[in-house]
């Protein structure tokens, strides 16, 4: 059953350090998600993905934060400056039609 | 500004009860999403409700949409230990917004 992938499953890095954040989407889904996930509380959504561009950011999703899909299969996440509190879950979902399929995640671990 | 709410936010029952899990939303939406999760684990597609009067049911969970009350309840049949985990509504509205998640810990 296809499902989606995130690489790496954790990561750990420094304050002010970039990180990029990877995942392969389901291959024949069009939306893309990224979510994060502070550890013990809800779910918030940072961005959705259509056609090559950002169709909806949250107010998370800030200057620091930057999405791309630089190929045909990979959806990633950078951000740019770290600080302690990006620590957290980050999921990417994909769909293709309003079924969101997550993938695993990766724990961010900023120190 | 949409806002979810759930409640309650922590449940323990009994194996064998039932229990209803309810989520509010303050606009305007079509699609409402229920999602399970284990600790440590990922978010698990449970329902997908478009529309008002939608009922879904798998195994002991049945999911239900009212978008004139800005409701979805999630029903439990008979809890086994299996259920025990972390269930969140989602409302998809410009951008999808989750509740804060109710715990359920199913003791038998």
């Known amino acids: 059953e296809p499902e989606v992938t995130q690489t790496p499953s954790h990561q750990v890095t420094q304050m002010g350090q970039e990180v990029i954040l990877r995942c392969v989407p389901i291959?024949?889904?069009?939306?893309f998600y990224w979510y994060r996930q502070i550890l013990g509380q809800k779910v918030e959504f940072l961005v959705s993905?259509?056609?090559?561009?950002?169709?909806?950011k949250s107010e998370i999703f800030d200057d620091q934060f930057s999405v791309e899909r630089p190929d045909g299969s990979n959806f990633t996440l950078k951000i740019r400056s770290t600080k302690l509190e990006d620590s957290a879950m980050y999921f990417c979902?994909?769909?293709?039609?309003?079924?969101?399929?997550f993938g695993p995640g990766t724990r961010l671990t900023v120190t | 500004e949409l806002k979810v709410e759930q409640n309650p936010l922590f449940l323990s029952m009994q194996e064998g009860k039932n229990y209803t899990i309810y989520c509010n939303y303050s606009?305007?939406?079509?699609?409402l999403y229920w999602y399970r999760q284990d600790p440590g684990k990922s978010l698990e597609s449970l329902f997908v409700?478009?529309?008002?009067?939608a009922v879904k049911q798998e195994g002991r969970l049945m999911a239900s949409l009212d978008t004139k009350a800005r409701l979805s309840t999630l029903h439990i049949t008979a809890a086994v230990h299996d259920l025990s985990a972390t269930y969140f509504c989602?409302?998809?509205?410009?951008?999808?917004?989750f509740g804060a998640g109710t715990r359920l810990t199913v003791k038998p």
């Open positions: 979902a994909s769909t293709s039609s309003y079924e969101q399929y």
């Open positions: 291959s024949n889904h069009l939306y």
């Open positions: 993905f259509y056609n090559n561009e950002i169709s909806e």
């Open positions: 606009t305007t939406s079509d699609r």
């Open positions: 409700l478009l529309s008002n009067g």
């Open positions: 989602a409302v998809d509205g410009n951008d999808m917004r």
